[in-house]
């Protein structure tokens, strides 16, 4: 009964992953009437060498390292409203995760026209300021265009995390909290000493997601900038796929698949280290 996902498993996971590994060492074209030839690591050598490749690193690293921490702890903020006993919160629950089962391309596709210089972000911001300030080019500024994009991303993923949040709150004995409340325990104490080490492993498991989503960034890339202004908002991914596909290098592309992938893996390694359970 397994044989299906373990059929579905090799032929899409399994043989891409080692034709990619095979093809980074050769100099395979996407279309080319002359056979692959084994390069050895020469392909590798050239991108340690390309500034573009570093530019993009840099990118998708700062876009880490925003994104992860304001999401992680914004949708975490959200869970503990969301699971108050209060009126309401199916409601609230259901308008934050609508956002979650929008398709990315059409959430981009939309903030794109908030973004753009006569948008609705703008218009607001011209309001509200009375026409002292007309907002910018959001998508064209080399200065703003990647925080741009970080906060519509925020934005739209935030519901899915909150909603793993919610599900490690529910599981926390209530008996804790009566405990600690007829022991005259602050809000925060409590947080501290029950709700937070309580939630050890589901930080592990939202960490490890929301990094691995951020360096996988994009799709909001691609159909919001291309990588611009001045490769502002070019991602080590979007490189990878331009330089498969438009450039049809198909061997150089494996060979920045394969090093993103070492890269991923080893930040993710040191995360599970990190958030470890100790004896």
Excluded at 33 to 62: C, E, H, K, M, Q
Excluded at 95 to 104: H, I, L, Q
Excluded at 182 to 203: E, M, N, Q, V, Y
Excluded at 223 to 251: C, K, N
């Amino acid at each position: 009964m397994a044989s299906p996902a373990v059929i579905l498993l090799i032929v899409f996971f399994l043989v891409p992953v080692l034709l990619a590994f095979g093809l980074a060492f050769t100099n395979a074209r996407l279309i080319s009437p002359r056979p692959p030839r084994f390069v050895g690591v020469d392909n590798f050598i050239t991108l340690f060498g390309d500034s573009l490749f570093w530019a993009s690193l840099r990118n998708t690293a700062y876009f880490a390292l925003i994104v992860v921490p304001v999401q992680a702890g914004l949708a975490l903020v959200l869970a503990l409203l969301a699971n108050a006993k209060v009126r309401g919160t199916n409601f609230f629950r259901t308008v934050y995760f609508a956002p979650v089962v929008t398709s990315m391309v059409v959430i981009s596709l939309l903030w794109r026209f908030i973004y753009q210089p006569d948008g609705l972000l703008n218009q607001i911001i011209s309001a509200v300021t009375f026409g002292q300030w007309h907002g910018t080019d959001w998508l064209n500024n080399p200065t703003t265009a990647m925080p741009a994009i970080m906060f519509m991303s925020i934005w739209q993923a935030v519901g899915f995390h909150m909603i793993i949040w919610l599900a490690g709150l529910q599981t926390i004995p209530r008996e804790l909290y009566e405990a600690a409340s007829l022991d005259g325990a602050s809000t925060w104490k409590t947080f501290t000493h029950i709700t937070w080490p309580s939630l050890r492993a589901t930080r592990t498991f939202i960490l490890i997601t929301i990094t691995i989503a951020a360096f996988s960034l994009f799709t909001q890339i691609s159909v919001m900038t291309q990588g611009g202004p001045l490769d502002r908002t070019t991602t080590v991914i979007f490189m990878a796929v331009r330089t498969g596909y438009e450039q049809q290098s198909t061997g150089y592309a494996a060979a920045i698949s394969l090093v993103f992938f070492v890269i991923v893996l080893a930040v993710s390694g040191v995360q599970r280290f990190l958030t470890r359970e100790k004896a």
